[in-house]
């Protein structure tokens, strides 16, 4: 059953699957775990960034393509969503025609993108779609009157989705394990399992005969042609499929948050996030990307703190402070990222599979 | 038995579309200069804006002609280009603040002269950080393109982190040498002077390029590497130490861009270097990966239309760069000028 849900593609070594399964618990039942605002935050943030590390994973680990787009795509998807439940009013209906037509439209620039460049040569891609994503940042910036520009879009979820939605009045007096009962618990599950649906996916995707021929262009695109692959179809292939995915990950994020802006779906910030997380969790396997997410959103949220209160306590001393403000932190993961890069170009999850 | 095809050899002259055509990049300058013209109708806006489109594809080509030669000598593309764009503003525009005296008096000459020092300043230390960055950054991950993107991508980062801590996050607002600032009037338009300057600066570094790469031995071997590498390290030549030579001078270069591109936008930020990654890119794709006069044309073709249509239809001028790119690679998927085989 288990191997079936993980498309055979199981952890393969102990430590690994222990904190693979701790993870899933934690995200699974984090409302009731960790009950507050502040952390069922972070967890739906997690949720989601897993499966946009994972849609990246399939992009640049098994097809060994770098895109600098795939905030873009992501951004799509949750415009998508704000969009279609400003101008068709709140309910899941706006949610699904905006989570369609953004994957869609996603999918659809992915084709037109990858069709230019990868046609070429592999390394114009990540040129061309670094050009594209800031041209589409900027036009989404310039196009108030649509996206309402910097400010962004605040917009309403389904009713059942917020927090002024209880129920199990009867059964549990509305509350459980002391965790109220309210539409903020049902939109965390909403994303929590929107997030698992996809992220199986596209452990299937990876497994299967597809999956296979992408890892074998990565590996020797030359040798994959000649074998008789279309080797620019399979990538365009990949590219299409992986924004889309990109494309709803957005889209729950989209309805987690109730707004979309260019800060958090649009920015190049974003798109280096994503890198890191892939390469410090591991590329080439999807299990990376859960390592990665967790530990990497887990760092934002609470190694800023850390790393201010280090700044402090060296306020004596010359440049050190600033090197440690908790502004500097992308410094840090810079050179992380580069060591990383070096030394464990297969990341934890490649680490603890050969240990293991 | 047949008999062979009797020979018949026939002399036709190649038709005038087959000999332009190895010429068309260079004549699509002017081209697009002219269709500008016809739809601005005003000369005098028209020189304007032609005379600032030149400045800006001038300043482009100097920021990215390193970065092509790069890539075409050694297969190695480099994302952490733009920082050597935002370390050239920074160290320049700090070397221009320690001059105030020379640049705040009214004469040319001094201006000048705290100009050139501030250049020499800015390539000095981006020639080295481009020698530091291909020992440290770039030499361990040869011939892998994916970990080049991410490791130099990486270093864009880190480099960017450390202009903050070391200048602090705020942009620097700065002010143009007294002589280079205003415009002068030319047949009823106005030009800024420091545009001319740009426009001279940039038409000194293509022709000192051209020169350097067609006339001397270095430039030959550089040539002879960027078409067949093996071929010249199997005569005998140090391709590598040729190499970390291009790339220190591309470097150098990229920092020359960078003084003068702060002073053309009159600000600079440490997230500059990453915003003019996106024109050098679109600019080096267009002119071919590999080659100089292309990504030269490239780089003119960009900054004329960009200022044509900032003019004509201010939104579109966001998307016109994209525009641009993709018709000209449907027109030449390899870029205008392809140099580089398909490696």
Redesign the interface.
């Known amino acids: 059953m288990i191997r079936t849900l993980l498309s055979g593609d199981t952890p393969r070594s102990l430590p690994l699957a222990l904190i693979l399964g701790v993870i899933l618990i934690s995200l699974a039942l984090a409302p009731f775990l960790f009950p507050g605002v502040r952390t069922v935050d972070t967890a739906a943030r997690i949720c989601v960034f897993i499966v946009l590390v994972a849609s990246y994973d399939l992009l640049l680990g098994y097809g060994g393509i770098v895109s600098f787009a795939h905030t873009m795509f992501f951004g799509i998807g949750a415009y998508g969503v704000a969009l279609a439940s400003t101008h068709m009013g709140r309910g899941f209906d706006s949610i699904a025609v905006g989570a369609l037509a953004g994957a869609g439209l996603a999918a659809a620039l992915a084709l037109v993108i990858g069709l230019f460049s990868l046609r070429v040569r592999a390394i114009f891609f990540a040129m061309i779609t670094l050009a594209v994503a800031s041209a589409v940042a900027v036009l989404v910036s310039q196009l108030s009157s649509l996206t309402g520009g910097e400010d962004g879009l605040t917009f309403k979820t389904p009713r059942e989705l917020g927090p002024a939605f209880k129920f199990g009045k009867e059964a549990f007096d509305g509350v459980l394990f002391g965790v109220k009962l309210n539409g903020k618990l049902l939109a965390y599950y909403f994303i929590f399992f929107g997030a698992l649906v996809l992220f199986l996916g596209l452990l299937r995707v990876v497994n299967s005969p597809f999956g296979r021929v992408l890892q074998a262009i990565r590996e020797n695109d030359f040798r994959a042609e000649a074998i008789g692959y279309r080797v620019v179809y399979y990538r365009v292939a990949a590219t299409c499929l992986s924004a889309a995915v990109a494309a709803l990950a957005g889209s729950l994020y989209a309805v987690w948050l109730r707004y979309v802006g260019p800060d958090t779906s649009l920015s190049m910030e974003i798109m280096i996030d994503i890198l890191l997380m892939v390469v410090i969790g591991g590329m080439g396997t999807m299990y990376g990307a859960v390592i990665g997410a967790t530990l990497f959103v887990l760092a934002q949220n609470y190694l800023q703190n850390l790393m201010g209160a280090a700044s402090e306590l060296t306020s004596g001393l010359p440049l050190v402070p600033e090197l440690l403000n908790a502004d500097r932190w992308l410094l840090w993961l810079g050179v992380l990222f580069i060591l990383s890069v070096y030394f464990f170009p297969t990341g934890i999850v490649g680490r603890l599979r050969n240990n293991g | 038995m047949t008999a062979a095809p009797e020979h018949a050899p026939k002399m036709a002259e190649a038709s005038l579309r087959d000999r332009i055509a190895p010429h068309m990049p260079v004549l699509l300058v002017p081209l697009i200069a002219i269709a500008g013209f016809i739809a601005i109708q005003n000369p005098s806006s028209w020189l304007t804006l032609t005379v600032s489109g030149l400045a800006m594809g001038m300043m482009i080509f100097i920021m990215a002609s390193g970065l092509t030669l790069v890539f075409g000598l050694m297969d190695v593309?480099n994302?952490g280009h733009g920082a050597f764009v935002s370390v050239g503003a920074f160290v320049g525009i700090s070397v221009l603040m320690l001059l105030g005296h020379m640049t705040e008096a009214p004469s040319l000459m001094l201006n000048l002269g705290a100009i050139l020092l501030a250049v020499i300043g800015a390539m000095l230390a981006t020639g080295l950080m481009g020698w530091a960055f291909e020992k440290v950054?770039v030499e361990?991950?040869y011939g892998h393109?994916?970990?080049q993107?991410?490791?130099t991508?990486?270093?864009l980062?880190?480099v960017e982190?450390?202009i903050?801590?070391l200048w602090g996050?705020e942009e620097i607002y700065i002010l143009r040498p007294e002589a280079l600032k205003g415009a002068i009037t030319f047949a009823g338009a106005a030009i800024e002077k420091y545009r001319l300057v740009a426009v001279g600066v940039g038409l000194v570094v293509f022709l000192a390029m051209r020169w350097v790469l067609r006339r001397t031995k270095i430039g030959l071997i550089v040539r002879a590497g960027v078409e067949n590498g093996e071929m010249v390290q199997a005569l005998g030549y140090r391709l590598r130490l040729v190499f970390v030579g291009v790339f220190i001078a591309g470097s150098a270069l990229a920092g020359l861009g960078g003084v003068m591109w702060g002073l053309y936008q009159e600000v600079i930020t440490a997230h500059m270097g990453?915003?003019a990654?996106?024109l050098i890119?679109?600019v080096?794709?267009i002119g071919g990966l590999g080659s100089v006069e292309g990504c030269f044309i490239g780089a003119l073709l960009v900054g004329l239309l960009q200022n044509y249509i900032a003019f004509l239809e201010p939104?579109a001028a966001?998307?016109s760069?994209?525009a641009l790119?993709?018709a000209i690679?449907?027109w030449r998927?390899?870029g205008m000028i392809p140099v580089v085989k398909?490696k």
């Open positions: 593309i994302f950054i361990p991950v393109h994916l970990k993107i991410l490791v991508m990486g270093g980062i880190v982190q450390l903050i801590v996050p990453n915003h990654m996106i890119f679109i080096v794709i939104k966001l998307i760069n994209i790119m993709v690679l449907m998927p390899m398909a």
